[in-house]
């Protein structure tokens, strides 16, 4: 008789933190991720959504001032929105590194990017030394 396949048990933020090294990325924290990055990428559709049917059906205006206020706050809504459809595919990235067996890890050195970075970023893709001198190159070669 074949058993049902054990579930792994969700971890809280607490638990994952105080984890020893030696547990770094095991199932139960890849289930952990993969249910924060599915509750991000639900969040995120969902604020994406909202922002499109307001901007959608604009209010009547009587006076010029509501108007143009009304558009600066659509231009700032619009900024949101470009950020957040970018995130969009970050998220996918990392659910298909979960899946992969990949995540948590830095794409360039292989080196585990910790847990403290991917509670704060669950997209990160790289480790701290490695981000700092990418954003050091982005920002010599922008200037």
């Given at each position: 008789?074949?058993?049902?396949a054990a579930k792994t ?54 006076d010029e001032s509501d ?77």
């Open positions: 008789m074949n058993k049902p048990p969700l971890l809280r933020e607490q638990q994952i933190l105080k984890a020893p090294a030696s547990e770094y990325m095991n199932a139960a924290q890849l289930a952990f991720f993969k249910k924060r990055l599915l509750q991000l990428h639900s969040t995120t559709k969902a604020r994406i959504q909202e922002a499109r049917d307001q901007m959608a059906s604009p209010p009547e205006f009587n108007r143009a206020s009304w558009e600066e706050q659509n231009t700032i809504a619009l900024r949101i929105l470009d950020r957040e459809q970018k995130l969009l595919p970050k998220i996918t990235q990392s659910l298909e590194r979960i899946r992969l067996g990949d995540y948590g890890y830095c794409l360039e050195t292989g080196e585990p990017i910790g847990i403290p970075r991917l509670l704060a970023r669950h997209t990160a893709e790289y480790c701290t030394d490695i981000k700092a001198i990418i954003e050091t190159k982005e920002h010599f070669y922008s200037s």
